[in-house]
């Protein structure tokens, strides 16, 4: 392994001996030091002996799959910022990864500059803001304690769920542009070219309304969200 003084260790899990080879290369390049790791099983082992910085992880691996490495990651709580990589005919796969705790998705075939410029971005992930516990009508958010609820109900959030919810409580009423949550919430510099922020509103809001409750996160077309109760 690299100096502890050099770049980002990158935990790069893939079956595919082409792929690992060619995209540690290219990330390195880009200053990070990269580990790959063959297969789910020894992804799961390096992330727990190593403690990589992020993780880039393919969904389609014939011993363990991605979405079985995700959810014992988090099962353990394990919060390491993770990329899943996945092919194009693999749509629901992806989605599932993004609700199993997937923070951003590259589609094969991808450009590594693409890649690089990903990872950058979950490493820059801001903090969620002050420790202060917030209520917002029936919403209740305690960042200490990391819970929310809603009338009562917890709602069983994702990390990454639950901050973008802290953002709209901190500014309950005011219409925030995706611009603005990709900057915020996922350290996006740049256009990501995918509609993540909605898709991740989109899993928020049916944890807000799974207990019949009416809509509070609305969408204000062609530019964003309002958090109105």
């Known amino acids: 392994m690299a100096d502890a003084g050099a770049g980002p260790l990158v935990l790069l899990v893939d079956d595919d001996p082409g792929i690992r080879r060619s995209v540690a290369t290219g990330l390195e390049l880009e200053g990070f030091r990269v580990l790959p790791a063959s297969g789910g099983r020894a992804g799961l082992a390096a992330a727990s002996t190593e403690k990589p910085d992020v993780i880039l992880l393919d969904l389609g691996m014939p011993d363990l799959n991605g979405l079985e490495v995700l959810k014992e990651l988090r099962g353990r709580g394990d919060d390491v910022p993770v990329c899943v990589l996945s092919a194009r005919d693999e749509v629901d796969d992806r989605v599932k990864g993004l609700e199993a705790g997937a923070d951003d998705y590259v589609v094969k075939p991808f450009a590594l500059e693409e890649v690089a410029a990903r990872l950058h971005a979950l490493l820059r992930r801001r903090p969620v803001g002050p420790d202060v516990a917030l209520t917002v009508a029936d919403l209740e958010l305690n960042p200490q304690e990391v819970t929310a ?81």
């Open 149 to 229: 609820r809603r009338g009562g109900r917890d709602l069983g959030l994702t990390r990454r769920e639950f901050e973008l919810l802290h953002l709209f409580l901190r500014h309950p009423g005011e219409v925030l542009e995706r611009k603005r949550l990709h900057e915020e919430i996922w350290g996006y510099t740049f256009d990501p070219g995918t509609n993540v922020a909605d898709v991740f509103v989109g899993y928020l809001r049916r944890k807000l309304e799974a207990g019949g409750e009416g809509r509070v996160l609305h969408t204000v077309r062609g530019v964003g969200f309002v958090l109105r109760p």
